[in-house]
Nanobody, 115 residues
Framework: QVHPVESGGGLVQPGGSLRLSCTAS????????MGWYRQAPGKQRELVAA??????NYADSVKGRFTISRDNAKNTVYLQMNSLKPEDTAVYYC??????????WGQGTQVTVSS
């Protein structure tokens, strides 16, 4: 079993920055995707950024502001968020995908952008 745990959320003013971390315990073999998603109130969960073995993908709304990165030795994926906007307010979830079919979600961390 893989158990991702997010940290780093909080309240930040518009234009500010936050760094989210997600670390998965357990032995991980066959990792095919590490990603960040978010869900705002009344909206569907959406992809923010994802890393696969061959590509990095970002939602258009965060390109140039957010950066996803990973530390394989620590089973950790990061999301650096800069120039935050009120519309970035959401619960942020990380996801690990094993062997293209087993999806493991974290419990989520709240990010609130407000003055």
């Amino acid at each position: 079993q893989v158990h991702p745990v997010e940290s780093g959320g909080g309240l930040v003013q518009p234009g500010g920055s936050l760094r989210l971390s997600c670390t998965a315990s357990g032995t991980i073999n066959g990792l095919t995707l590490m990603g960040w998603y978010r869900q705002a109130p009344g909206k569907q969960r959406e992809l923010v950024a994802a890393l696969t073995s061959g590509a990095t993908n970002y939602a258009d709304s965060v390109k140039g502001r957010f950066t996803i990165s990973r530390d394989n030795a620590k089973n950790t994926v990061y999301l650096q968020m800069n120039s935050l906007k009120p519309e970035d307010t959401a619960v942020y979830y990380c996801k690990f995908v094993i062997n293209d079919y087993a999806h493991y979600w974290g419990q989520g961390t709240q990010v609130t952008v407000s003055s």
